[in-house]
């Protein structure tokens, strides 16, 4: 029989979690460290934590881990209100793992799309945590799993955060027409600077970065479903079929008709 785990009392995970709005009245004083670690990220407004004398201060974007068993105080800075998501959750959460070291782990998060991500899986992961539903615990420690595997990303990402951002609008957008300008314009670049940044960081061009992500795509989609070479074209952005041909060929050495008969057999009539 499967163990049912609508329980209040998770034995890992997630332990309390919440969204604070304070004045600079709110300070958190624990001398003797606690046995989870703390998570927080702010939404707005200034917040500030003092371990070992040494103060350090949090604004909109920044995430704070604290490791368990650490001496520490926080609050709210002076003249200021501090708006931020939090959760305490247990030392044997695997992701833990992937974290740096240190007694207080801080980072910014500078691209939209990772911030409203970030926000995105701290309000699933509360919203889980308040009803309380069944498998709530479980579906509490997906989000948090997703924030600090978030957060490991971003200590070995070493792009601009702008190529981040234009990266994650050309897999958004893959199937739509892209004009440089209009992306270069989302992320406040002329066109040129931005064609110059995109090829320094990547290696290669938009379009060829695009075409990239188009052609991982149509192998994924002639491998694994029974579209037609022609309906995988238009599925991932080719409006000219001989075109994604020809892009396809020089990828993977033959078109892409006769790569879908050696993996599934003849397209469907």
């Not at 707005?44 to 105080?73: M, W």
């Not at 911030?115 to 069944?134: G, H, M, S, V």
């Not at 957008?173 to 002329?190: E, H, P, T, Y």
């Not at 079929?241 to 892009?247: E, K, L, R, T, V």
């Amino acid at each position: 029989m499967m163990k049912d785990t609508h329980s209040p009392y998770p034995r890992l995970g997630v332990s309390v979690a919440g969204h604070f709005h304070m004045n600079d009245s709110y300070v958190t004083k624990r001398p003797q460290g606690m046995s989870d670690w703390l998570i927080t990220f702010t939404l707005g407004g200034e917040g500030y934590f003092l371990i070992n004398k040494e103060e350090k201060r949090c604004s909109a974007g920044d995430i704070v881990l604290l490791r368990a068993g650490t001496p520490h105080q926080y609050g709210t800075c002076q003249g200021k209100e501090w708006n931020f998501l939090w959760a305490h959750f247990t030392q044997d959460l695997f992701e833990i793992n992937y974290l740096p070291d240190g007694a207080l782990l801080t980072h910014t998060v500078e691209n939209d799309f990772v911030r409203k991500r970030t926000q995105q899986a701290f309000e699933k992961l509360i919203q889980d945590y308040r009803e309380k539903n069944r498998y709530w615990n479980e579906l509490c420690q997906n989000s948090l799993s997703e924030i600090l595997l978030l957060y490991a990303q971003r200590q070995h990402q070493s792009l601009d955060p702008r190529m981040e951002e234009v990266l994650h609008l050309l897999s958004k957008n893959m199937k739509d027409s892209i004009r440089i300008d209009d992306v270069a314009k989302s992320v406040g670049l002329s066109s040129s600077r931005l064609s110059h940044l995109f090829k320094e960081n990547m290696g290669q061009s938009i379009l060829e970065t695009l075409n990239q992500m188009r052609l991982n795509q149509a192998i994924l989609l002639l491998e694994h479903t029974d579209r037609t070479a022609t309906e995988v074209a238009i599925d991932v952005g080719f409006q000219n079929y001989n075109h994604f041909a020809n892009q396809f060929r020089r990828r993977y050495g033959m078109p892409p008709r006769e790569y879908r008969r050696k993996t599934l057999g003849p397209d469907p009539q």
